[in-house]
C-alpha cells in the first residue's frame, strides 16, 4: 500500500493499528473507509468532539467462545466461535456467519465493521454484526454438519434475539446451517421468532433470499451501465466463486441477456468462451451442491479448466469478483483496465486490495464497492425480519421488487454522495459517506456516553 499523505488519516490509522494490533484484514477495511471519511468530517467541530469515527472503529463487544461436538468417529472436536457486535446504533446487529478454516477475529472485525454501513445503505433499520468459527465445513458428512451447527448455537443462543442481534448466513453457511441453528436455538428457547434469515420457507424464510445478493449484484451494475445509457445485452461477464453469490449472479446475468465466461473456486477457473449456457449453470449448482470441484466441469459440459482461482486475465466486459476477500489485487486490477472491462460489481466483501483499487480509481473503470453493491442480501433478509414480524409471506414478485428498489436507492444515494465536479462517480466514496451520515447521525443524537 502507498504511503499515507493526509496527516490526520495517517495518525488515525497509527490509532487504530495500536489498539488492534495483528490484524491486518481489520486495517484493510477500516483504511477504506476513513480515506473518504476523514476529509470528509475535518470541519465537523461535533463529529469530532463526539469521536463519532473513533467510536465506530470499536466493536460495541466481541463475543469468543468454545464449540465442542463430536464426529462420526467418536472424536471430541474443538473450534473456536465468535459474535462481534459491532454497533446497533440504527438497529439490532446484524450479518452473517461464515465457517471457514481462515475465520479469525481480524477477518470478523473486518466483516462486522464493512456491515455497519452496508446495512445503514439499504434504508432499513439494521446494526452491523458478524460472527462464525474456524470450522472448515469440507469433507465433513451430513451429520457433523448438524453436530456441529447445534453445538455452536449452544452457546450463541445467549447472546441473540430477533431485537438484539439477528445473524445469517455468509461463506460456508447456508440454507442447511441456517436451518440446523434455527432447529437449535427453537429448542433451547422454546420460542419460535425471527431470530436467523436466510431460513427455509417452510418455517420463516423469505423468498428470493438465497437469490438476492447475486441478484443485487447485477442490479447494481444495471444502474451503474444505465449511467451510461448501456445494458448488459451481450457483456462479456467473468464472474469468480461458485457458491452462492456467485452463481446466483451467474443465473442473473444469463436471465439478462448476458454471457458469464468464468466461475472459479480455491482450485481453479473454468473458462467458457462463448459463455455458459443456462443447463452448464444449472450442472455446476447441482455440482456445488454435493461439494463437487470445478475442475469436474471438463468432463461435465466440455469447459476448459486452469488451476488458479482468478479469471481476472481472461477478455471481458465487466467484472464480479464473488469468492472472498482480497481476490483482485494489483495485478490482476491492471490486467482489467487492460483487457478493456469497464465496470466491477463486487459481490464478495472487500475482494479489492488497497493497490487494486487504488489503479482501478485512476482509470475510467467504473467500481461498486461491496458494502454497495452486495447489501442485496443483507436487505432481503431484513424483509425477512419484517415478515416475521408481520407473521406474513410476501411472494417472490413482491420482495424481488423490494430488492431492485433498495439497490437503485443505494445506487443514487453513491451518485449523490461520490459525484465529483466533472461527473465521474467514485463509488467507493459515495457509499462511504452515504453509510456513515445515517449511523454518525443516530450516535450524535444518542448523547456521548
Ligand atoms: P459460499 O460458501 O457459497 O461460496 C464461496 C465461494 O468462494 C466458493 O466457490 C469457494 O470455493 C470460493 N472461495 C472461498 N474462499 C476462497 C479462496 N480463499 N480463494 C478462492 N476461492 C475461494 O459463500 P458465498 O457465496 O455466500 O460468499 C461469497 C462471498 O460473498 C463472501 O465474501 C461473502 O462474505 C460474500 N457475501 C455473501 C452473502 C450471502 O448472502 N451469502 C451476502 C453478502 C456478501 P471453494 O468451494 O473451493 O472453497
Same mark, same amino acid.
Given at each position: 500500500? #502507498?504511503?499515507?499523505?493526509?496527516?490526520?488519516?495517517?495518525? !488515525?490509522?497509527?490509532?487504530?493499528?495500536?489498539?488492534?494490533?495483528?490484524?491486518?484484514?481489520?486495517? $484493510?477495511?477500516?483504511?477504506?473507509?476513513?480515506?473518504?471519511?476523514?476529509?470528509?468530517?475535518?470541519?465537523?467541530?461535533?463529529?469530532?468532539?463526539?469521536?463519532?469515527?473513533?467510536?465506530?472503529?470499536?466493536?460495541?463487544?466481541?463475543?469468543?467462545?468454545? *464449540?465442542?461436538?463430536?464426529?462420526?468417529?467418536?472424536?471430541?472436536?474443538?473450534?473456536?466461535?465468535?459474535? *462481534?457486535?459491532?454497533?446497533?446504533?440504527?438497529?439490532?446487529?446484524?450479518?452473517?456467519?461464515?465457517?471457514?478454516?481462515?475465520?479469525?477475529?481480524?477477518?470478523?472485525?473486518?466483516?462486522?465493521?464493512?456491515?455497519?454501513?452496508?446495512?445503514?445503505?439499504?434504508?432499513?433499520?439494521?446494526?452491523?454484526?458478524?460472527?462464525?468459527?474456524?470450522?472448515?465445513?469440507?469433507?465433513?458428512?451430513?451429520?457433523?454438519?448438524?453436530?456441529?451447527? $447445534?453445538?455452536?448455537?449452544?452457546?450463541?443462543?445467549?447472546?441473540?434475539?430477533?431485537?438484539?442481534?439477528?445473524?445469517?448466513?455468509?461463506?460456508? =453457511?447456508?440454507?442447511?446451517? =441456517?436451518?440446523?441453528? !434455527?432447529?437449535?436455538?427453537?429448542?433451547?428457547?422454546?420460542?419460535?421468532?425471527? =431470530?436467523?434469515?436466510?431460513?427455509?420457507?417452510? !418455517?420463516?424464510?423469505?423468498?428470493?433470499?438465497?437469490?438476492?445478493?447475486?441478484?443485487?449484484?447485477?442490479?447494481?451494475?444495471?444502474?451503474?451501465?444505465?449511467?451510461?445509457?448501456?445494458?448488459?445485452?451481450?457483456?462479456?461477464?467473468?464472474?469468480?466463486? #461458485?457458491?452462492? =453469490?456467485?452463481?446466483?449472479?451467474?443465473?442473473?446475468?444469463?436471465?439478462?441477456?448476458?454471457?458469464?465466461?468464468?466461475?472459479?473456486?480455491?482450485?481453479?477457473?473454468?473458462?467458457?468462451?462463448?459463455?455458459?449456457?443456462?443447463?452448464?449453470?444449472?450442472?455446476?449448482?447441482?455440482?456445488?451442491?454435493?461439494?463437487?470441484?470445478?475442475?469436474?466441469?471438463?468432463?461435465?459440459?466440455?469447459?476448459?479448466?486452469?488451476?488458479?482461482?482468478?479469471?481476472?486475465?481472461?477478455?471481458?466486459?465487466?467484472?464480479?469478483?464473488?469468492?472472498?476477500?482480497?481476490?483482485?489485487?494489483?495485478?490482476?486490477?491492471? @490486467?482489467?483496465?487492460?483487457?478493456?472491462?469497464?465496470?466491477?460489481?463486487?459481490?464478495?466483501?472487500?475482494?479489492?486490495?488497497?493497490?487494486?483499487?487504488?489503479?482501478?480509481?485512476?482509470?475510467?473503470?467504473?467500481?461498486?464497492?461491496?458494502?454497495?453493491?452486495?447489501?442485496?442480501?443483507?436487505?432481503?433478509?431484513?424483509?425477512?425480519?419484517?415478515?416475521? #414480524?408481520?407473521?406474513?409471506?410476501?411472494?417472490?414478485?413482491?420482495?424481488?421488487?423490494?430488492?431492485?428498489?433498495?439497490?437503485?436507492?443505494?445506487?443514487?444515494?453513491?451518485?449523490?454522495?461520490?459525484?465529483?465536479?466533472?461527473?465521474?462517480?467514485?463509488?467507493?466514496?459515495? @457509499?462511504?459517506?452515504?453509510? !456513515?451520515?445515517?449511523?454518525?447521525?443516530?450516535?450524535?443524537?444518542?448523547?456521548?456516553?
Amino acid at each position: 500500500m #502507498s504511503e499515507i499523505k493526509d496527516k490526520d488519516l495517517a495518525a !488515525f490509522m497509527k490509532g487504530v493499528k495500536r489498539r488492534n494490533p495483528g490484524e491486518p484484514e481489520f486495517h $484493510q477495511a477500516v483504511h477504506e473507509v476513513a480515506m473518504d471519511i476523514i476529509p470528509y468530517i475535518r470541519n465537523d467541530e461535533r463529529i469530532k468532539k463526539m469521536q463519532i469515527l473513533e467510536r465506530m472503529t470499536e466493536p460495541d463487544r466481541i463475543i469468543s467462545f468454545r *464449540v465442542i461436538w463430536e464426529d462420526d468417529e467418536g472424536n471430541i472436536r474443538v473450534n473456536r466461535g465468535y459474535r *462481534v457486535q459491532q454497533n446497533n446504533a440504527i438497529g439490532p446487529y446484524k450479518g452473517g456467519i461464515r465457517f471457514h478454516p481462515t475465520v479469525t477475529q481480524s477477518v470478523l472485525k473486518f466483516l462486522a465493521f464493512e456491515q455497519v454501513f452496508k446495512n445503514s445503505l439499504t434504508g432499513l433499520p439494521l446494526g452491523g454484526g458478524k460472527g462464525g468459527a474456524d470450522f472448515n465445513p469440507k469433507g465433513k458428512s451430513d451429520r457433523e454438519i448438524m453436530r456441529f451447527c $447445534q453445538a455452536f448455537m449452544t452457546e450463541l443462543s445467549k447472546y441473540i434475539g430477533p431485537n438484539t442481534d439477528v445473524p445469517a448466513g455468509d461463506i460456508g =453457511v447456508g440454507g442447511r446451517e =441456517v436451518g440446523y441453528m !434455527f432447529g437449535q436455538y427453537k429448542r433451547l428457547m422454546d420460542r419460535f421468532e425471527g =431470530v436467523l434469515t436466510g431460513k427455509g420457507i417452510e !418455517f420463516g424464510g423469505s423468498k428470493i433470499r438465497p437469490e438476492a445478493t447475486g441478484y443485487g449484484v447485477v442490479y447494481m451494475m444495471e444502474c451503474m451501465l444505465g449511467t451510461k445509457g448501456d445494458n448488459l445485452e451481450g457483456k462479456r461477464c467473468a464472474v469468480s466463486g #461458485s457458491g452462492n =453469490v456467485a452463481t446466483f449472479c451467474a443465473e442473473k446475468l444469463l436471465e439478462l441477456g448476458a454471457k458469464v465466461i468464468s466461475l472459479s473456486d480455491s482450485g481453479g477457473t473454468i473458462y467458457v468462451e462463448d459463455g455458459l449456457t443456462s443447463e452448464n449453470l444449472q450442472w455446476v449448482m447441482d455440482l456445488k451442491s454435493k461439494g463437487g470441484r470445478m475442475s469436474e466441469c471438463v468432463d461435465g459440459f466440455g469447459a476448459k479448466y486452469y488451476e488458479g482461482n482468478r479469471p481476472w486475465a481472461l477478455p471481458c466486459d465487466l467484472a464480479f469478483p464473488c469468492a472472498t476477500q482480497n481476490e483482485i489485487e494489483a495485478a490482476d486490477a491492471r @490486467a482489467l483496465v487492460k483487457n478493456g472491462c469497464i465496470a466491477i460489481s463486487e459481490g464478495a466483501n472487500m475482494p479489492s486490495d488497497p493497490d487494486a483499487i487504488e489503479i482501478i480509481r485512476e482509470s475510467p473503470v467504473m467500481h461498486a464497492p461491496s458494502k454497495a453493491a452486495n447489501a442485496g442480501g443483507v436487505a432481503v433478509s431484513g424483509l425477512e425480519m419484517s415478515q416475521n #414480524s408481520l407473521r406474513m409471506s410476501w411472494t417472490r414478485e413482491e420482495v424481488d421488487a423490494h430488492l431492485k428498489n433498495i439497490i437503485t436507492n443505494i445506487h443514487t444515494q453513491c451518485v449523490d454522495k461520490g459525484k465529483a465536479d466533472d461527473g465521474h462517480v467514485d463509488y467507493f466514496k459515495g @457509499a462511504n459517506i452515504a453509510g !456513515f451520515d445515517k449511523v454518525a447521525n443516530a450516535m450524535l443524537a444518542y448523547g456521548a456516553l
